[in-house]
């Protein structure tokens, strides 16, 4: 794996900037240090905030719109800003802002994105969808759909990680198979990964953007402050332009780039994984039928399909090797647990 070099770099879009825009002085000075890294396409600047709690910093409005303005002059950059009604829209175009996007809690509200839509209708601007809180990709693509349906033709989507109940360590679970979906079903639109809001924590920024570099995302969004820790929106997930520097500077793309020859190194690999991928299935449908035998068995005797004191051992038994064998424990519970239910389903439709 080679480091991602500046070109390839300059290939990704990469939206750095405040979570909120604090005051003259805090834009002027981030504004001034993100102007001079090539790499960076636009500056996100957050003026309204939506607090998941009331009470806390929300954001100030119209006068950080006349900041950004002046700003956009001096240093020739773009910035783009959250909407989540329809006057923060007026208020953008107003103020000269050609980028807005939808955060988590606007995409997951049908009622909220069409009112936006309204708003966007006839306009130009280019719109950013940040995936809902919730890990349903109808309502991101949902909300992609009414985008088009006003019109709008410049639409980004953007990955910022799943509010769970479990978070896996992370502040939003990133459930990268969620965007995945989103890839699959609309491959026509690009996908950042904002990996601030994922991690949560200034450490997770970089790693995570990594991954996604791996996952050929198409850039991402990221949030830097001048002063991370003064920051008086997501303090501990904020990075100095420093730290973006550096992070720009290490994100390694393996993914996009094809070196000469490597489908050669591949195509042994290859082959042997659908072997393997043959045998498994091979081995599925033998443990379907051998469901079905006793399924039989259990209707003769008079015995329930589910036995549960034999799944607990046979899922101890599995998952102990399993161990043994290094592989993931959730992974292989999941695994097992999608087996065991078609092994119930297909026992259940036996008799
Ligand atoms: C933000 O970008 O600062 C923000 C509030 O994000 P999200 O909508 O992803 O929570
Ligand atoms: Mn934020």
Same mark, same amino acid.
């Given at each position: 794996?080679? /480091?991602?070099?500046?070109?390839?770099?300059?290939?990704?879009?990469? @939206?750095?900037?405040?979570?909120?825009?604090?005051?003259?002085?805090?834009?002027? #000075?981030?504004?001034?240090?993100?102007?001079?890294?090539?790499?960076?396409?636009?500056?996100?600047?957050?003026?309204?905030?939506?607090?998941?709690?009331?009470?806390? $910093? #929300?954001? *100030?409005?119209?006068?950080?719109?006349?900041?950004?303005? #002046?700003?956009?002059?001096?240093?020739?950059?773009?910035? !783009?800003?959250?909407?989540?009604? /329809?006057?923060?829209?007026?208020?953008?175009?107003?103020?000269?802002?050609?980028?807005?996007?939808?955060?988590?809690?606007?995409?997951?509200?049908? $009622?909220?994105?069409?009112?936006? !839509?309204? +708003?966007?209708?006839?306009?130009?601007?280019?719109? %950013?969808?940040?995936?809902?809180?919730?890990?349903?990709?109808?309502?991101?693509?949902?909300?992609?759909?009414?985008?088009?349906?006003? &019109? @709008?033709?410049?639409?980004?989507?953007?990955?910022?990680?799943? =509010?769970?109940?479990?978070?896996?360590?992370?502040?939003? =679970?990133?459930?990268?198979?969620?965007?995945?979906?989103?890839?699959?079903?609309?491959?026509?639109?690009?996908?950042?990964?904002?990996?601030?809001?994922?991690? &949560?924590?200034?450490?997770?920024?970089?790693? *995570?953007?990594?991954? =996604?570099?791996?996952?050929?995302?198409?850039?991402?969004?990221?949030?830097?402050?001048?002063? /991370?820790?003064? +920051?008086?929106?997501?303090?501990?997930?904020?990075?100095?332009?420093?730290?973006?520097?550096? *992070? %720009?500077?290490?994100?390694?793309?393996?993914?996009?780039?094809? /070196?000469?020859?490597?489908?050669?190194?591949?195509?042994?690999?290859?082959?042997?994984?659908?072997?393997?991928?043959?045998?498994?299935?091979? %081995?599925?449908?033998?443990?379907?039928?051998?469901?079905?035998?006793?399924?039989?068995?259990?209707? #003769?005797?008079?015995?329930?399909?589910?036995?549960?004191?034999?799944?607990?051992?046979?899922?101890?038994?599995?998952?102990?090797?399993?161990?043994?064998?290094?592989?993931?424990?959730?992974?292989?519970?999941? %695994?097992?647990?999608?087996?065991?239910?078609?092994?119930?389903?297909?026992?259940?439709?036996?008799?």
């Amino acid at each position: 794996m080679q /480091p991602i070099s500046v070109d390839r770099i300059m290939e990704k879009t990469i @939206i750095a900037g405040p979570c909120s825009v604090e005051s003259r002085e805090q834009l002027r #000075e981030v504004t001034a240090a993100l102007s001079r890294m090539p790499q960076v396409t636009m500056i996100r600047a957050g003026v309204w905030k939506p607090r998941t709690r009331p009470g806390a $910093f #929300e954001g *100030l409005g119209e006068p950080a719109l006349r900041w950004i303005q #002046e700003l956009a002059k001096e240093f020739g950059v773009r910035y !783009c800003c959250e909407v989540a009604r /329809p006057e923060h829209v007026a208020l953008c175009q107003h103020y000269g802002i050609d980028t807005v996007w939808l955060g988590a809690r606007t995409t997951g509200n049908p $009622f909220m994105v069409e009112e936006l !839509c309204q +708003a966007l209708r006839g306009s130009k601007m280019a719109v %950013l969808a940040k995936n809902p809180t919730s890990p349903d990709v109808r309502l991101w693509l949902g909300a992609i759909e009414r985008l088009r349906a006003a &019109g @709008i033709d410049d639409i980004t989507a953007v990955h910022r990680g799943f =509010a769970m109940y479990h978070n896996q360590g992370y502040r939003n =679970a990133p459930l990268w198979e969620v965007a995945l979906e989103l890839r699959r079903e609309m491959p026509e639109i690009p996908i950042l990964c904002d990996p601030s809001h994922i991690g &949560g924590r200034a450490e997770l920024v970089a790693p *995570l953007a990594q991954a =996604a570099m791996q996952l050929d995302y198409d850039g991402l969004m990221v949030e830097v402050h001048p002063h /991370p820790e003064a +920051a008086l929106t997501d303090t501990k997930q904020q990075i100095d332009p420093a730290a973006l520097a550096a *992070l %720009l500077s290490v994100i390694r793309d393996s993914a996009t780039s094809q /070196p000469a020859g490597s489908d050669q190194h591949l195509a042994p690999l290859r082959e042997e994984i659908d072997t393997v991928d043959h045998e498994m299935l091979t %081995l599925l449908a033998r443990r379907m039928e051998l469901s079905r035998q006793i399924a039989a068995v259990k209707h #003769e005797q008079g015995m329930a399909v589910y036995q549960s004191k034999r799944w607990e051992a046979v899922m101890n038994d599995r998952l102990r090797l399993a161990h043994e064998m290094g592989l993931d424990e959730n992974f292989t519970k999941e %695994l097992l647990e999608k087996i065991h239910a078609e092994s119930v389903r297909v026992q259940l439709e036996t008799h």
